[in-house]
T-cell receptor, first 115, second 114 residues
Framework: AQKITQTQPGMFVQEKEAVTLDCTYDTSDQSYGLFWYKQPSSGEMIFLIY??????QNATEGRYSLNFQKARKSANLVISASQLGDSAMYFC????????????FGKGTRLHILP | KAGVTQTPRYLIKTRGQQVTLSCSPISGHRSVSWYQQTPGQGLQFLFE???????NKGNFPGRFSGRQFSNSRSEMNVSTLELGDSALYLC?????????????FGSGTQLSVL
């Protein structure tokens, strides 16, 4: 069963607009961590943001914020004021603290920022 | 501070051969993990090493193996290559490999099996 679902294979967004990338996850573990990574065409994955399952506040890192809705098992990434350099693949990932501790990635969303 | 370095950047091999990929983590990082990325299967965890010991392993056949040296550098080996092993192989490092630690990735090795 797929544990991380990213339903948007591709998105086109106008520069300076905000964009939300969807991510839902499935786990029976109470303790887990959720990550977002960006992969530009160079191939190197870049960490964006982390949310722990017990964190009460939504995580923020500069222009990135994570809209964490635990009951709905959703961890959407919000990028405010998008820039041309945000064009890349975005991966949502999860690590379960006790069950497995292996990081699992979603299939990714290809984001295109239009000038 | 130098990032994660993977060598070589590109590799072309034929079926049945074996290949060794190298990864040098960020200085001070003791955990190294490996991932396979393909268009069909996406990003999949291969294994993780910490202090020269394999701490976790993904669902890959025994043809995929790895090791870590005392300086935290890691190598990954694939024996008896198959066409389906063509992929981008990414290495990542972190300080201790704790679950909430962010990973620092290298640029990957693009392996093509002909």
């Amino acid at each position: 069963a797929q544990k991380i679902t990213q339903t948007q294979p591709g998105m086109f967004v106008q520069e300076k607009e905000a964009v939300t990338l969807d991510c839902t996850y499935d786990t029976s573990d109470q303790s887990y961590g959720l990550f977002w990574y960006k992969q530009p065409s160079s191939g190197e994955m870049i960490f964006l943001i982390y949310q722990g399952s017990y964190d009460e506040q939504n995580a923020t890192e500069g222009r990135y914020s994570l809209n964490f809705q635990k009951a709905r098992k959703s961890a959407n990434l919000v990028i405010s004021a998008s820039q041309l350099g945000d064009s890349a693949m975005y991966f949502c990932a999860m690590r379960e603290y006790y069950r497995d501790d292996k990081i699992i990635f979603g299939k990714g969303t290809r984001l295109h920022i239009l000038p | 501070k130098a990032g994660v370095t993977q060598t070589p950047r590109y590799l072309i091999k034929t079926r049945g051969q074996q290949v060794t990929l190298s990864c040098s983590p960020i200085s001070g990082h003791r955990s190294v993990s490996w991932y396979q990325q393909t268009p069909g299967q996406g990003l999949q965890f291969l294994f993780e090493y910490f202090s020269e010991t394999q701490r976790n392993k993904g669902n890959f056949p025994g043809r995929f193996s790895g090791r870590q040296f005392s300086n935290s550098r890691s190598e990954m080996n694939v024996s008896t290559l198959e066409l389906g092993d063509s992929a981008l192989y990414l290495c990542a490092s972190s300080l201790t490999g704790r679950t909430n630690e962010k990973l620092f990735f290298g640029s990957g090795t693009q392996l093509s099996v002909l």
